[in-house]
């Protein structure tokens, strides 16, 4: 359980954190909840002023009992007011708190039951004659002048009126915002942490007196209560809260909760309500919207922290693709002192209802941001992505030097011609990859063999995909084998790598892709030429038959070689100069070792990928190069 106990020890700094951050983390036994209704109630108990917070509503902590039962305490929503449970824990937490009078002129309005009454009378629900919330449904759809005149039908985040949360403001001796008054929390969690108590004691004395009526077994019991977790004597928990939703790390008091070699889940270990609540009110707080700091592929989250309460920025680091280089990309990552150890937790659900720690690991921040470059550094290769454009804030396709992110390549390895989300049924899949995705960034380990191997081969069959993704998967591919094959020098600028041909290569499966691009680029530049004669300059170009090969290729790449260059002779080499094609593929194949290797027809390896991309860039690079020295020479002319 030390990542528990690392939650807990964050607790304390994460406050002074929070308040920098202006998202604060939720004392004991509170919670965060957006609320959309403010009522000011008087001394008299009377609804004196009610207001929509704002049309996106507000974030707001207030009491909850946030378990099993999850019960609100005070701010809460309209259909949960209506029950008696609600009133019967307010009246609870009266009769302990008698002097609070704040709660009591909430409870005397309460009782009253003109709640909607008295919100609909002010202009806030949307109601019926009889005062009866008018539901909204397919059959009914409610109209635009209606929806228009009430900022609660405009908040697509509220399914119905009846799941409106309220708050409240009580003008007693002095104006009291009841969620910012920090009596009435301390009130809250003492209140609590009786009922706990209670509970605990409870629970222990009904089970041991029945078997032993004689001694003392369920006096120890009780009395002992040392928290496996603080170490101190303290009020143990009966019940934990949800750390993700609806879903629970910690489960006690439950018949379907494995307890080994124990009879009841209180012999075998115990946590106090305090470090329980505070454990997992900062991982909450540590995996929350508002932060950004945790990567998000529910309901697998990933988290990581340092015991001072610094942001690891895990979100960005697994579900940002960066533009620029290693040496300037771009996450802000805080000062950490550097032997600071860095926490980083994955959390996913077991089962419905039950999460369960899926990864942990903890190290110092020199070597979690060490890790983090060489990740950067080993997988650099030219991208093409769906990023956010900087001045629109558009996403769009665009080429960038740097490195996928986790998320892309978990969520790329989907790829199905014109199919780019994945579905449900592979989310399970998609979150199996990420996890054995996470060592490779944390661990500084390779990429495992399994996602290499499969992105080689859909990059090997352009004609499964569109030119979009088989561009993305390509160039995916590209910078996977590069980083787990390929030695790189840490002194050595990434740009060396990139992104043309290495003439001092002689390997067999960098020749052959090297063969492959040369003949594919010429095929696409009789194709374009075919276009333009035809003038069909608009139509897009067939797939060429390099393309279409590719893949039996890569299998057999001295049957395909032959069987590639004799279509591009009979078909198109007439329609291109020929000859610089010629002298490049004997340049090529001048490079092999011998001409049985050459001949060798046996299956190539992912390098043979980095040889094709090569050399096609290369080419490029050479087009625009000679053209652009012919806009030079023009202009000079027409200077002259």
Known sequence: ???????????????????????????????????????????????????????????????????????????????????????QILKEWIDFDKDNKKLEIISNYVQRDTLIQDLAEKGLLYVDEEFNLIKKSKEHKIPKEIINKYKILQNKNIKQQEDVFIRWVVECEEHCNTYEDEAIKESWINFRKQKENKKYKSEVEKAYRKTDKENDIAVRLIDDKICCISGKTDCIATNHQFANGTSKI???????????????YYEALSISFDVSQKAHNTLKWLIAD?????????????????????????????????VKSVKGYDIKFEQFEENENIVVLEMDAASKGRACITYYREMTSSQYLENIKNWHKKYYWQQFLKIKNKDNQKEEYRYFYGTPSINAIATIY???????LVEKNEQKIKSKLIRDLMPSVLENRNIPEYIERH?????????????????????????????????????????????????????????????????DDAEKSALLKQ???????????????????????????????????????????????????????????????????????????????????????????????????????DNIEQKN
């Open 1 to 87: 359980m030390s990542w528990f106990q690392q939650l807990y020890k964050t607790y304390e700094n994460c406050i002074k954190a929070s308040k920098k951050s202006g998202f604060e983390i939720a004392p004991v036994a509170h919670t965060h909840k957006v609320c959309n209704i403010e009522i000011t109630l008087n001394e008299r108990a009377e609804m004196v002023e009610a207001a929509v917070i704002n049309i996106n509503c507000e974030d707001t902590i207030i009491p909850t009992t946030d378990d099993n039962n999850c019960m609100w305490a005070l701010a809460v929503d309209i259909k949960n007011l209506k029950k008696e449970s609600y009133r």
């Open 250 to 264: 910690i489960a006690v008091g439950d018949d379907l909760v494995f307890k080994g070699r124990f009879e009841e």
């Open 290 to 322: 508002e932060r950004k700091q945790a990567y998000r592929n529910y309901p697998q989250i990933i988290v990581a922290f340092t015991i001072e309460g610094k942001n690891g920025n895990i979100g960005e680091v697994f579900g940002k693709d960066f």
């Open 414 to 420: 989907f790829y199905k011609k014109d199919r780019y």
């Open 455 to 519: 992105f080689i081969e859909k990059a090997s069959n352009p004609i499964a995909l569109n030119d979009i993704q088989w561009k993305t998967i390509l160039r995916i591919a590209c910078s996977i084998y590069k980083g787990n094959h390929l030695y790189y020098d840490e002194n050595k600028k990434e740009e060396d790598y990139l992104m043309s041909v290495d003439e001092n290569c002689k390997d067999r499966n960098y020749l052959y892709g090297r063969l492959l691009a040369v003949i």
């Open 531 to 633: 276009n333009k004669e035809n003038s069909n300059t608009k139509e897009a170009i067939r797939s060429t038959n390099a393309q279409r090969l590719m893949r039996q290729f890569s299998i057999k790449p001295f049957e395909t070689w032959k069987v590639l260059y004799e279509k591009f002779n009979d078909a198109y080499k007439r329609r291109v100069n020929g000859y610089w094609i010629d002298k490049r593929i004997v340049d090529i194949k001048d490079k092999f070792t011998s001409i049985e290797e050459f001949k060798n027809n046996s299956k190539l390896t992912g390098l043979y990928l980095l040889g094709y991309f090569h050399q096609l860039k290369t080419i490029e690079d050479e087009r625009k190069n000679k053209k652009a020295k012919e806009l030079t020479n």
